[in-house]
Each structure stands twice: as structure tokens, then as C-alpha cells.
């Protein structure tokens, strides 16, 4: 396609294109060759033979150094890369896809209720979305079962579901959250394509639903969809990186006991999230590199995410220009045709 | 003439607070839904049933009505009021939102002004820049925040800012500049924007050839003709601001609300609580709204 071949010759998609590709594929040929395979270093003593306390620095084991039980950093890093974008791809999937099928239904068969609609899914956006996910997962991701005193007797809580329906409820939630705010956004986008002029003439001829979602509608909605993807990928990776900060992990966790015998938290799957909220403390002891590793990664991605989605944005914005005279400005600014998050049509210049 | 216009004038304002009203109204019913919603998650299992949700509702509003059912359950199993110490730990968030949301506002302004002294070239790549500064995630800002307090802690020996408070102590400087940093990139990237389409139009060119400088045309002319765009993108401002406050006040340590339900996730605690975090959010809005349909005739959906 004429698209991809002008994306790819884009600095700005390129670039990001080649770090996520790069470090998701740099994880899966680790996970093939060496079977995830983390080194550890054991117990290290002084020339005197004084132990040395655990997490070993960066210039003693380059580039990262080690965590608090003896394992290399970088290694653990790239292991994760692959358990947080695949995440992070499955929760915008989930986030995206239905609610294109939503936001068709809700245009073609819904019309009527569309105003209410609107207003209430506006409304529901006003119960802060990190709060509502962390108040329903909190009690989904349990993994131990709580006793609580109800009348002087211990009464058990609610057993911990396993492991991978726990992985599986964290991403549908957290995707079924942002589905009503798309479903919407794409109503919206929907409406905007049918007040074109050829669609009229496209129904004069004798056009189905159908005939118009798939020959007028996709060709408009699909660069919308894929600025909408990567936006909402970005928020995913955000949403998880709060969620761990909060204390809920996707992967889970379990205990296990540092060389002082200390139990610690450890993310399972170590994602990079999870890793950000399990080493956040590090930030106030001697070993502060340690917490900025995680976040540094995903600063990263979110920005090579940042970067594909401009460079997107500027090649559709030329395009758009070839195809049609450049939209009026006034009907842009008009408030109406606001997205509840963000303009998506209002291209950067 | 005075009787007509004042008329006018009034039928105005009672317009725009009744707008703002319902749309208050709405949000007050999609928080109890929510929160009922929320209530069927308690920590002695699932209960996706009907009857429970419409008792939680239910529960919600009475609660709503007479507040003197909001009880919570203490670390005791003593059963005690919320009002006990609720409005410090709401006044306390309350002042770190509206300082951050002032802050952001006034920061954006005057760094849209700055950009706009330059030469149209470098204005582009500025653009394209905080574009991306825009998405690095609130948590890195906090830790360099953070880390870098620590760092001249440990190297000099004192602390410039309390980097976390406590029950006892509260911390306001630093939570509030970290909050709003990022809103304060995405309102300078909105004015950008609006301000660059403005400054095109017929008017500025008339301006500039009466002899104004930029900074008059700025602010009496420019600012004004942006101030409904710009406050119709608030709304996004608002609510990343609330998003994020969840998480500055865990990291930061902060006695507010967020902590507050997240320690009493009880449902009508819940809808109490934000919706006591609205009406000021919406008391704001009102008069901002109609001081803009006052001012400029135009009508402000948001």
C-alpha cells in the first residue's frame, strides 16, 4: 500500500517502529535461544572476607548491575519485554475492536439514543479510570485468602482464583473499561465520514449499510483506528505502570527471600510494570539506579509509541491534503465535534 | 434599554448554570452507578447480581441524603463516622488539585507567549517537541523529582522540600509543581495550536500594522479570542489531573482522598466522596462559563 511505503520512509514512524520491533524481537530470540534463562550472581565477599550486600552496582556487573537476590538486570529487563508488550498489544486489542462493532452499532442502529448515550459515557469518565480499575482488580488479583472478624469469629474470604484466570480477568477489565469511551469516539468519527456528500450519493444509488461501512467508511475510519490504536496503547502502558505502582501486578507475584533473608515481593512474569512497582523502593536506599531501569524502559517505548503515531499523523495530514481541499478551521474548533479525550482529526501542522 | 439588556444578561447566566447543572447532575449518576458498580467487588467475593447492585444504589443515596449513615469500619472493628477526619483529608487534595490545574493553566499561558516572541520556524520544531515531552509518563517525572531532592539532600545535607509527608505533616510544593508539569505541557500544545490559527487571521495583521507589538496583541487580543477554545479542552485537562492525583498521593504520601477510598473502598463512600470533589471542580466551571458567555456570546459545551 501506497500508506506503508510512505510511513516507512517517515523518520519519526520509522524510528519507533525499530526500537518496539527491536526490543520485542531481541526478547523472543532470548526466550527461544537461552529459555529465559536469568544468571545470578551468588553471595560475594570482600578481599577480607566480609560479605558484600546484594545488589551488586553497575560497574561491577555492566550495564545494570544486579537486583537484591543476584540477578542481572539487563537479562531480567529483556525477559520482561515480551510479557509487556504482548500485554500491552492484547488490553488496546481489546480496547480498540469491539468498539468499532459498538460504535457501528451504536451509529447505525441506536441514532435515536445517541445524544443520552453520549452524555452518560461523558459522565462516567468522571470516576478518575486508575482508581476504578485499582478498586475492581484489587479484589480479583487476591492471592492469599484474607480472614477478616465479623461477630468475634474468623470468617475466610473469597479463595484466589488461578493464576491464568487472573491474568485474563486483569486484561479484560482493564480493556472493558475504555470500551464505552471508543465505542463513542468512533460513533463520533462515523458520524463526521457519513456527513461527506458522496455518501448521499452512494444511498441515492441504492447502497446498503454494509456497502457503505466497507467501500466509504473504511478507507476514512482506518487511519483514525490506527492513531486511536497507538494512543490507546500508550494510556495501557501508563494504566499498568500505575496499577503496579499501586501494588497490583499482572503477572502476580510471590514471595521469596533475598540473600538476608528477607521476603520480598517478586513479580512473576517480570514484566516491566510490575518491575517499576516492585523497585520503586530502591529509590530511597543507596542503589537508586535500580528503580530508574524500569521506568527508563518504558519511557522509552511509550516514546518511540509517541514518535510512530506523529509520523503517522503528518503523513496522513499530506495525504489528506492530495485527496480533498484542506477541512474549514472553524468547523474543527467547534466544540461538537470534540472527542471525549482527544481530537483525533485535529492533525499537527 | 437597561431593563432589556439586563434581562438579556440574566437569562444568560441562568442559562449557562442550568447547562452546567445538569451536566453536574449527570456525572453525580454516573458516579453512584459506578460505585454501586464497584460495590459488588468486596473482599468476601464477587456478587454480580441485580438485587445487590439496586441495594447499593439504593444504599448510595440514602447515605446520600442523610449523611450520617457514611460509617466506616475502623482498624478496630469499631464502627465511627467519616466526618471524624474527612474534610482534612478533602480540603488537603482539594488545594493540591486547584493549585496544580492553576499552575498548569498559568505555566501553559506564558510559555505559549514565550514560544510566540520566536521566529515562526523554531515555533514548528518547539511544537513537535513538547509533543513528545507531553507523553513521558507522570511516574518518571515524579522519580527524577524525587531522586533529585534526595541527591542534594545527601550531598549538601538539607532538604529543600519535604519529599513525602506524613499523617502529621503535609507536603504541598513538591506534589503540586510534579502534578503539573504534564498538564501544563498539554495546555501549551492546545494554545500553540489555537494560537498559531489565530494569529493568522485579518485582525492581528491590522493590529501589527497599527504599530502593536506582539505582547499587546497577545493578551488583549489573542487570549481572549482563544479563552473558550482553550477552556473546552479543560476538560481533558481536568480529568488526567484527577487520574494521575491517585498515584501522586500514594508516591508522595499524601492524606487525601484517593487514599481515603482506597483505605474505605465502601460504595457510598466512594460516591460521597468524589462527588464532594466535584462541586467545587463544577462551582469553578459555572462561573468560568458564564463569565464566557458574558464576555464573548458564545456558548461553552464541555
Not at chain 1, 81 to 90: C, E, N, P, R
Not at chain 1, 193 to 211: D, H, P, Q, Y
Not at chain 2, 8 to 22: D, N
Not at chain 2, 184 to 192: D, E, P, S, T, V
Request: proline fraction near 5%; include cysteine.
Amino acid at each position: 500500500m501506497n500508506l506503508m511505503k510512505k510511513l516507512l520512509l517517515n523518520k519519526l514512524f520509522l524510528t519507533g517502529f525499530v526500537i518496539i520491533s527491536g526490543l520485542f524481537l531481541v526478547s523472543i530470540f532470548y526466550f527461544i535461544v537461552f529459555k529465559d534463562h536469568i544468571p545470578t550472581t551468588s553471595l560475594l565477599f570482600a578481599a577480607d572476607g566480609k560479605p558484600l550486600p546484594a545488589p551488586y552496582s553497575f560497574k561491577k556487573f555492566p550495564p545494570f548491575g544486579t537486583d537484591g537476590f543476584g540477578r542481572h538486570l539487563l537479562i531480567v529487563m529483556i525477559v520482561g519485554t515480551k510479557y509487556t508488550i504482548a500485554a500491552a498489544l492484547i488490553i488496546t486489542f481489546l480496547r480498540v475492536f469491539p468498539s468499532i462493532i459498538f460504535g457501528l452499532i451504536l451509529h447505525f442502529y441506536f441514532n435515536k439514543l445517541e445524544r443520552p448515550i453520549k452524555s452518560m459515557v461523558d459522565s462516567l469518565n468522571y470516576f478518575p479510570m486508575t482508581l476504578l480499575a485499582y478498586l475492581l482488580l484489587n479484589v480479583i488479583l487476591i492471592q492469599d485468602v484474607s480472614m477478616t472478624l465479623v461477630d468475634g469469629a474468623l470468617v475466610e474470604g473469597a479463595q484466589p482464583l488461578p493464576y491464568w484466570h487472573r491474568v485474563v480477568l486483569f486484561i479484560i477489565i482493564l480493556a472493558s473499561l475504555f470500551v464505552p469511551t471508543n465505542s463513542v469516539l468512533i460513533a463520533n468519527e462515523v458520524k463526521i465520514i457519513m456527513n461527506k456528500e458522496f455518501i448521499e450519493c452512494s444511498r441515492v444509488l441504492g447502497a446498503t449499510n454494509w456497502r457503505i461501512v466497507s467501500k466509504h467508511i473504511k478507507p476514512f475510519l482506518v487511519p483514525q483506528i490506527a492513531i486511536i490504536f497507538i494512543r490507546d496503547f500508550i494510556q495501557s502502558l501508563i494504566l499498568m505502570s500505575h496499577l503496579a505502582v499501586l501494588g497490583l501486578f499482572i503477572g502476580g507475584y510471590y514471595f521469596r527471600e533475598d540473600l538476608f533473608g528477607q521476603t520480598q515481593k517478586v513479580s512473576l512474569s517480570n514484566e516491566w510494570a510490575g518491575l517499576l512497582g516492585m523497585w520503586w523502593e530502591f529509590l530511597w536506599t543507596t542503589y537508586p539506579w535500580i528503580s530508574f531501569i524500569p521506568i527508563l524502559f518504558i519511557t522509552i517505548l511509550i516514546l518511540s509509541a509517541k514518535g510512530m503515531m506523529e509520523g503517522l499523523k503528518v503523513e496522513l495530514a499530506l495525504m489528506d491534503n492530495l485527496r480533498e481541499t484542506p477541512l474549514k478551521k472553524e468547523n474543527l474548533l467547534l466544540p461538537e465535534n470534540l472527542a471525549p479525550f482527544e481530537r483525533i482529526r485535529n492533525y499537527s501542522k | 434599554m437597561d431593563h432589556i439588556s439586563l434581562n438579556w444578561k440574566m437569562g444568560v447566566s441562568m442559562r449557562a448554570t442550568l447547562s452546567v447543572l445538569s451536566r453536574f447532575l449527570f456525572v453525580v449518576i454516573g458516579i453512584i452507578l459506578v460505585s454501586a458498580f464497584v460495590g459488588m467487588f468486596t473482599i468476601s467475593g464477587i456478587h454480580l447480581k441485580w438485587n445487590v447492585f439496586i441495594q447499593n444504589v439504593l444504599d448510595i443515596v440514602m447515605s446520600l441524603i442523610f449523611p450520617d449513615r457514611l460509617i466506616i469500619l475502623g482498624p478496630t472493628q469499631f464502627e465511627y463516622s467519616i466526618f471524624l477526619n474527612f474534610w482534612d483529608y478533602y480540603l488537603y487534595s482539594l488545594t493540591i488539585f486547584l493549585s496544580a490545574l492553576f499552575i498548569s493553566f498559568v505555566v501553559g499561558l506564558f510559555i505559549t507567549y514565550f514560544t510566540i516572541l520566536l521566529p515562526k520556524k523554531l515555533n514548528n520544531h518547539i511544537s513537535k517537541i513538547v509533543s513528545l515531552l507531553e507523553s513521558i509518563p507522570d511516574l518518571f517525572i515524579i522519580m527524577i523529582i524525587q531522586f533529585t531532592v534526595i541527591y542534594y539532600l545527601n550531598v549538601t545535607g538539607d532538604l529543600l522540600f519535604p519529599v513525602a509527608g506524613s499523617s502529621r505533616t503535609k507536603t504541598y510544593f513538591l506534589p503540586i509543581i510534579a502534578l503539573s508539569l504534564i498538564p501544563a505541557f498539554m495546555i501549551y500544545r492546545i494554545n500553540l495550536h489555537l494560537v498559531n490559527e489565530e494569529w493568522e487571521k485579518s485582525y492581528v495583521e491590522l493590529a501589527r500594522s497599527k504599530g502593536h507589538n506582539k505582547t499587546f496583541i497577545f493578551f488583549n487580543h489573542v487570549l481572549r479570542n482563544i479563552t473558550p477554545s482553550l477552556f473546552s479542552h479543560s476538560k481533558m485537562i481536568v480529568l488526567y489531573l484527577l487520574s494521575s492525583m491517585v498515584i501522586f498521593e500514594k508516591l508522595f504520601n499524601i492524606y487525601g482522598i484517593f487514599t481515603f477510598i482506597i483505605t474505605y473502598p465502601n460504595p457510598n463512600v466512594i460516591a460521597f466522596t468524589l462527588i464532594m470533589f466535584f462541586v467545587p471542580v463544577f462551582v469553578l466551571y459555572a462561573i468560568i462559563t458564564n463569565l464566557i458567555e458574558k464576555q464573548t456570546g458564545k456558548r461553552l459545551e464541555w
